[in-house]
């Protein structure tokens, strides 16, 4: 069924996009369609929700183990936290998902806390869906951090679905931490680190 909003002389062509799923937003089905007044309905072939159903179909999701190749890892080695987290956040700081469960991560602050791997200095994380940015840190939330408690984080750093999955990160310690101001004079931003390919 389609809604026809706008009167259009003669003949013209009602265009509409299924943008459900990404995958629909390259996809435009057109009908034609008489010259019709504001409001009229018009019933049409619902070839759409076939193609639909179809898509549904073959891309259903199912939860799963996560691989090595599914985690992102952060060495704690040299920074030994008591606790490390990971704080994801995506394009205009929507949500990002978990990509073995499809769950929603929390995106407060300060994040999420990673697994410590055994006896290691190696923390993980399943990599979420959809993330663009990524920082490690200590765990100290905003609360914590005003009642004195010392926080410590990564800077921002870019993040890339496509690289970084399976890959561990390491902050350069030989660039010292920078002390925030004001209310976040207990903050501490390190300015540099590398990811580098993760060995199991």
């Known amino acids: 069924m389609i ?11 009602s265009v509409y996009w ?3 799923f990404p995958e629909f937003l390259q996809a435009v089905f057109e009908r034609k369609v008489s010259a019709l007044e504001n409001g009229a309905v018009v019933n049409v072939p619902d070839q759409v929700n076939e193609l639909l159903k179809k ?17 992102v890892y952060y060495d704690n080695s040299e920074t030994k936290w008591d ?3 990971a704080y994801w956040w995506g394009p205009y700081g929507a ?9 929603y991560y929390d ?22 869906g959809g993330a663009v940015g990524i920082i490690f840190d200590n765990g100290v939330g905003d609360d914590e951090m005003a009642e004195g408690n010392e926080a410590y984080q990564t800077d921002d750093i870019t993040y890339d679905r496509n690289v970084n999955p399976g890959h561990v990160y390491k902050i350069d310690m030989t660039q010292p931490a920078k002390q925030g101001k ?18 199991s």
């Open 107 to 128: 995106h407060k602050w300060p994040g999420i806390e990673m697994e410590k791997m055994g006896d290691t200095d190696i923390y993980r994380v399943v990599a979420p």
């Open 83 to 85: 606790k490390v987290c």
């Open 95 to 103: 949500s990002t998902t978990n990509i073995t469960t499809n769950e």
């Open 182 to 199: 004001g209310k976040e004079k207990v903050k501490y931003r390190y300015p540099a680190g590398a990811w580098s390919d993760y060995a």
């Open 3 to 13: 809604v026809c909003n706008v009167y259009q002389p003669g003949e013209h062509m």
């Open 55 to 71: 898509y549904q179909e073959e891309t259903s999701f199912v939860e799963r183990e996560p691989t090595d190749k599914d985690y």
């Open 18 to 20: 299924q943008n459900i």
